[in-house]
Nanobody
Framework: QVQLVESGGRLVQAGGSLRLSCATS????????MGWFRQAPGKERDFVAG????????YYTESVKGRFTISRDNAKNTVYLQMNSLKPEDTAVYYC?????????????????WGQGTQVTVSS
């Protein structure tokens, strides 16, 4: 059973930066494609960014391209989301997710394991 724990969310002003971390345990981290999703109040949980297990290929939703960067450290069993130039519309609970040997999908149903989420609030 893989466990994921997110951290790093907080209140930040528009234009600021945050780095989210997701520490994993209980599995072979290097074999998991990792994703970040977010859910704003009253909205569905949407894909933000992903990084594949095999090649480290990254992929993003259009609204965060050029502002967010996903990365992974297989030695630390951790995936990161660097968020720059934050906007109020980035406010949401951010979740990390793991997909065993996943091909790199944006569909949340593809991910088997989820963290509990970390709140990011961007003030205008």
């Amino acid at each position: 059973q893989v466990q994921l724990v997110e951290s790093g969310g907080r209140l930040v002003q528009a234009g600021g930066s945050l780095r989210l971390s997701c520490a994993t345990s209980g599995g072979t981290f290097s074999a998991y494609t990792m994703g970040w999703f977010r859910q704003a109040p009253g909205k569905e949980r949407d894909f933000v960014a992903g990084i594949t297990w095999s090649t480290g290929t990254t992929y993003y939703t259009e609204s965060v391209k050029g502002r967010f960067t996903i990365s992974r450290d297989n030695a630390k069993n951790t995936v990161y989301l660097q968020m720059n130039s934050l906007k109020p519309e980035d406010t949401a609970v951010y979740y990390c997710a793991a997909d065993y040997m996943g091909p790199g999908l944006r569909d949340r149903s593809a991910y088997e394991y989820w963290g509990q989420g970390t709140q990011v609030t961007v003030s205008s």
